[in-house]
């Protein structure tokens, strides 16, 4: 389990980042707090898409 949150959570925050950037670039008339809301969505997303992706290993026998 905790193998696996090693790989999420970097995943998590370089979507954030993106997020933050792209919105920032692009889409410089939408709100600050629909940014925020965006933002928060697809880092909760990513990260729950990447748990479920990401298997754990099976103890070796």
């Known amino acids: 389990m ?6 999420i ?3 998590m925050i370089l979507v ?4 933050y950037w792209m919105l920032g670039k692009y889409y410089s008339e939408i709100e600050p ?5 965006l933002i928060i969505g697809g880092t909760l997303l990513s990260g729950v898409i990447s748990f479920f992706l990401f298997k754990e290993d099976g103890e070796p026998k």
């Not at 905790?2 to 790989?7: A, E, N, Q």
């Open 2 to 7: 905790k193998k696996r949150f090693t790989m």
């Open 9 to 11: 959570i970097p995943i």
């Open 16 to 19: 954030a980042v993106a997020c």
């Open 33 to 37: 707090g629909s940014k925020f809301m």
